[in-house]
């Protein structure tokens, strides 16, 4: 789709600003795999947070599991107690709200967080659960056929990619 034009840099800018108005001394960033932990290790160097930020994986709690079985998505590392923290979890972006579902089970297996927060890069409507952002730097429409994901050249770079399934 030619037409949509998302600069991921300037994003991420909005995002850092949103992350920093939400966040607070306690705030522990949780990033879901593979493009929230990118945006959430990054946030945590830009903001000056003390410790590393966790990854989230959402690969054992969710509703497909069945069908897609293990992904290579990585595994959860949450290195703060989960009980009574101030959770901030970061994705690139935001569709049906299954994952972060699944997410929260995760996060939850783990303990019990005083509050979970959502902040996102970008939102694309289309939800099948009753799921919203605290914070999203954009918000676009996609049709049904098309997937928005955020990739990373190596110098650490943000990009987007849409594909057409």
């Given amino acids: 789709m030619s037409a949509l034009a998302l600069n991921a840099e300037a994003l991420y800018q909005e995002l850092l600003a949103g992350v920093r108005r939400m966040s607070h001394a306690n705030t522990r960033l949780v990033g879901i795999t593979s493009g929230g932990a990118w945006l959430a290790e990054r946030l945590q160097r830009d903001l000056g947070l003390a410790g590393e930020p966790g990854q989230v994986s959402s690969t054992m709690h969710r509703d497909d599991y069945a069908q897609r079985g293990l992904s290579s998505g990585g595994q959860t590392l949450l290195p703060f107690e989960v009980d009574g923290a101030d959770i901030l979890v970061l994705d690139d972006v935001l569709y049906t709200g299954r994952t972060l579902r699944a997410v ?4 939850f297996d783990y303990g019990r967080p005083r509050q979970v927060q959502l902040a996102v890069l970008v939102d694309r409507g289309g939800r099948q659960l009753p799921v919203q952002a605290d914070f999203a730097a ?28």
């Fill in 104 to 107: 929260l089970n995760e996060i």
């Fill in 138 to 165: 954009a918000r676009v429409s996609l049709p049904d056929t098309q997937t928005l994901s955020l990739a990373r050249d190596e110098a650490g770079a943000f990009s987007f990619q849409v594909q057409t399934r």
